[in-house]
């Protein structure tokens, strides 16, 4: 009988030490997800400016974003000049869904890819009919290569 108590308390005691643990676990994985965004949230905002940006796989840099710069702000909003056709002056941006690899700007999904050190950011993105943070744009499929501002 006596054995029997302590086994089932035995048992309950490792049933407990398993669910916390395994809680820990899923919060741990939150954690690390915040910090990665937290951490890419830091190497986007700055001043960026506009290198190379393909349209439909043209290089349109001189001819229509010739002094293109953009700027990311940790408040979550965007600057830009001479974005047009793709861009307004201003707008929106957070990640898609925790995804660090994804940011909505004003809505639109854009994908970003950074070198090492952060030396260098492409964002990738398709406009349908409408610009980022403008009512009017180009459709197409943009790749706009950054460099980071003095």
Not at 66 to 74: D, G, I, M, Y
Not at 87 to 92: K, N, R
């Amino acid at each position: 009988m006596k054995s029997q108590k302590i086994y089932k308390i035995l048992v309950s005691i490792l049933f407990i030490v398993a669910v916390f643990t395994a809680g820990c676990d899923s919060y741990d994985d939150e954690g690390s997800n915040a910090n990665e965004l937290r951490d890419q949230a830091e190497r986007l905002t700055s001043s960026w400016n506009g290198d190379r940006i393909l349209f439909d796989g043209v290089d349109v840099t001189l001819q229509d974003f010739e002094n293109f710069t953009l700027e990311f702000r940790e408040d979550g909003t965007w600057t830009a000049e001479d974005g047009a056709p793709a861009f307004g002056s201003q707008g929106t941006w957070e990640f898609a869904e925790g995804n660090t690899s994804r940011i909505l700007m004003n809505g639109v999904p854009v994908d970003l890819f950074f070198t090492t050190g952060a030396s260098q950011l492409t964002l990738r993105f398709v406009l349908q009919g409408s610009a980022i943070g403008r009512t009017k744009g180009t459709t197409g499929d943009y790749v706009i290569d950054l460099s980071p501002l003095p």
